[in-house]
């Protein structure tokens, strides 16, 4: 755990359910954390239940003087910035329906806006020798989804870049993976679902083999886990964080064979 101990994580999208728990993460293994958001409430607020570890910066991730004064903030504040996680996310979606100044503003946000992170924050990176960055892909990036086009769309890219910047990172020491989380309660789906955990969670049951929906501790876990030493021969990579998601096809869990003996 004290390998975190004076380090510095950027959080973008860090005012979110699944970025708070990364940030508690950090936060509880010794680490700094700077959180970006726009949710300039909800941002605030977790920096202070944080203390002092914690800085929040209000920042919209898609307007490049604000990236780079932010990273200039943690510098000044922390001494310098060895993880970088792209987590923020737009999830504006509506399929064909979809024009192409949503299309821009979705892709904007979920790769463009990430590529963009990663290319500011790598000068700090390499005066500290090096670091670690983890982007935030999907589920949806390999699998087709009725009435979803953006939304997979741009995580599949962001599959794709993963693997571009570790290519290219690697000569300064700087590591590059990926998490695709699953179902996960985050605000999106706390939203949609009224609030209904339960509920929620009945749901995802179809879907995941393990019955039920992720935690956003689960998420940051893993998150951590490819920041850590403990994957420092890990680049490159996805990781899946989805309960089983990705494996189940079809005929999801049930015999499929005998329905051939069916009447």
């Not at 680490?31 to 941002?43: P, S």
């Not at 290219?168 to 990926?178: E, G, M, Y």
């Not at 019955?211 to 996805?238: I, K, M, W, Y």
């Amino acid at each position: 755990m004290k390998e975190f101990e004076s380090r510095t994580v950027l959080i973008t999208g860090g005012a979110t359910l699944i970025g708070q728990a990364v940030a508690d993460s950090f936060v509880a293994a010794d680490a700094n954390v700077v959180i970006l958001d726009i949710d300039a409430g909800q941002g605030s607020a977790l920096a202070r239940r944080l203390g002092p570890r914690a800085l929040f910066l209000e920042v919209d991730i898609t307007d490049d003087q604000q990236l780079s004064r932010a990273i200039q903030q943690a510098e000044a504040r922390f001494g310098g910035i060895d993880y970088l996680i792209n987590l923020a996310c737009s999830y504006q979606d509506d399929g064909v329906g979809s024009d192409r100044d949503t299309w821009l503003k979705a892709l904007d946000v979920n790769l463009v806006s990430a590529a963009m992170a990663a290319r500011a924050v790598l000068p700090a990176m390499r005066r500290r020798g090096g670091g670690a960055i983890v982007n935030f892909t999907s589920i949806s990036a390999k699998v087709a989804q009725t009435g979803r086009w953006l939304y997979p769309a741009s995580k599949a890219a962001m599959l794709h870049l993963t693997r571009s910047m570790a290519l290219d990172f690697a000569v300064d020491r700087v590591r590059v993976n990926s998490v695709s989380p699953g179902w996960t309660w985050s605000r999106v789906i706390e939203e949609v679902s009224g609030g209904d955990r339960a509920r929620a969670d009945r749901v995802a049951a179809d879907y995941h083999l393990l019955g039920r929906l992720g935690e956003p501790r689960e998420v940051a876990n893993v998150v951590r886990f490819l920041c850590s030493e403990q994957a420092s021969f890990v680049t490159g990579a996805d990781y899946a964080v989805d309960g089983g998601y990705g494996v189940m096809g079809p005929e999801q869990q049930q015999p499929a064979i005998p329905r051939l003996a069916e009447q």
